[in-house]
């Protein structure tokens, strides 16, 4: 059973940075993608960052451009998101997910079969 597991969110000033883990298990981390994804109050789940685990390329939804960068660390089956320049309209319930193989539209969320619990990200003014 493949497990996804966020860490890092909490509350943070306007301005202020945070950074997200989401550690992977029971699956092969490999020849994938991973992403990230959020849900704000009232608001339909976007994406916000995703990469593929079997190289660098990053891509990134247009609120994420500039501000935040995502990472992957294979060896440690962990996927990163470092959000700074938080905005209040950042706040949210960010969601790490894994895709089941290799897919163009990347931030598609449809793509992705697995998902974590999420975490919550508040930006204050």
């Known amino acids: 059973q493949v497990q996804l597991m966020e860490s890092g969110g909490g509350s943070v000033q306007s301005g202020g940075s945070l950074r997200l883990s989401c550690a992977v298990s029971?699956?092969?981390?490999?020849?994938?993608?991973m992403g990230w994804f959020r849900q704000a109050p009232g608001k339909q789940r976007e994406g916000v960052a995703a990469v593929y685990t079997s190289g660098n390329d990053a891509y990134y939804g247009d609120s994420a451009k500039g501000r935040f960068t995502i990472a992957h660390d294979n060896a440690k089956n962990t996927l990163y998101l470092q959000m700074n320049r938080l905005k209040p309209e950042d706040t949210a319930v960010y969601y790490c997910a894994a895709s089941r193989g290799i897919t163009t539209t990347i931030l598609a969320q449809e793509e992705y079969a697995y998902w974590g619990q999420g975490i919550r990200v508040t930006v204050s003014s």
């Open positions: 029971g699956h092969s981390y490999s020849s994938r993608c």
